[in-house]
């Protein structure tokens, strides 16, 4: 296997270890070719985005196509439609939709998808700045004149917090992919454990060969592993627990189970 074939191995590794993460988009659109922008920074990641209807007036699949697969969703079993997903981010978190969390309502799918993923301990967080009357982009708008709303809005912020939604400025999309011992993954560490696991993959490959030719009877038939492009041809679930894989495999099959 030369260099140029082991890069794309690597990629197609890569690509089945970044966490999916689940974009739900809200009814405004404030900043949002630059949101879509720093998006578009996190290589690391794998976006799906879902538009509500509600959200069609200002966001279309044309602009969000090239931050991730665009997903339809009729409504029914928020879980089953979760299900995958490491994470759940608002770039649009809204004064009302923060209030139906806040005030445990699921009337848009927003909400019920926020809250079903806190239910199932999915990590979830939203960008606050139109939920803060006291940030610069709702005094532009002359939204923070009532201190009394203020207040009732900063408390809203404080009930979903302890429900266990992030709130904040964009940086809270910034950590880094945690891997299942919640040790924070690198995207260097990335790199290296799937070029470590595609040169033991290689490996492993070679010495089953020589080991076939050299020692086993002319008769006898060794067991086949089971490679990488195979799983990735017929999905992991046309593959028991006991069939044997290649270590590259394996870590493809183990990334999909976790994703």
Known sequence: MNEQQIEALVKRVLAGMQPRILIVLGGDADYQSLIIARLQQCSQRRFAIYIPPSASAEHSAVQWQDVGEILTWDGSDPAQFLSGF???????????????IANGLMGTPGAVLVQTALMKGIPTAALDYQCRLDSE???????AN????????????QAVQALGLTLGPISVFDAEPREPGGHTLSTNEIVTNARTATARAVNART??????????????????????????????AAFSEQDRFTDLAQEYVKAQQVG
């Open 86 to 100: 490491e994470a759940v981010w608002l770039p649009f978190l809204d004064p009302a939709t923060l209030a139906e």
């Open 207 to 236: 010495t089953n060969v020589k080991t076939t030719h050299a020692n086993a009877p002319a008769e006898s038939v060794s067991p086949r592993f089971i490679t990488l492009s195979e799983v990735m041809v017929k999905g992991v």
């Open 137 to 143: 982009l709702n005094q532009l708008k002359g939204l």
């Open 146 to 157: 009532n201190p009394a709303m203020t207040a009732r809005l900063a408390a809203q912020r």
